[in-house]
């Protein structure tokens, strides 16, 4: 069982940083899919970031050029830094790890990006 945990959010100004963090506990975290996804209020949960165990990356078009998901699989954890946010980008950001038939989420954290 991986049960996944994630911090780091807050409230930031458009335009600002933020960067959240998920850290996995259980063993092969390193086979993982592993992927950050979000849900505004009122709307459905939608992919923002992946990386494959072998590192390759993929983007919602959305978040392209600001966004930037990375794994330290020594600490069990993955990022994903934000840049340029947007009020827009306000949700509820969830991990996620998929193996084979395996799928498991974290709890969330809210990021509000406001003025």
């Known amino acids: 069982q991986l049960q996944l945990v994630e911090s780091g959010g807050g409230l930031v100004q458009p335009g600002g940083s933020l960067r959240i963090s998920c850290a996995a506990s259980?063993?092969?975290?390193?086979?993982?899919?592993m992927g950050w996804y979000r849900q505004a209020p009122g709307k459905q949960r939608e992919s923002v970031a992946i990386?494959?165990?072998?590192?390759?990356?993929n983007y919602a078009d959305s978040v392209k050029g600001r966004f930037t998901i990375s794994r330290d699989n020594a600490k069990n954890t993955v990022y994903l830094q934000m840049n340029s946010l947007k009020p827009g980008d306000t949700a509820v950001y969830y991990c996620?790890?998929?193996?084979?038939?395996?799928?498991?989420w974290g709890q969330g954290t809210q990021v509000t990006v406001s003025s």
């Open positions: 259980g063993i092969s975290f390193r086979a993982y899919l």
């Open positions: 996620n790890a998929v193996l084979g038939p395996a799928m498991y």
């Open positions: 990386i494959t165990a072998g590192g390759g990356r």
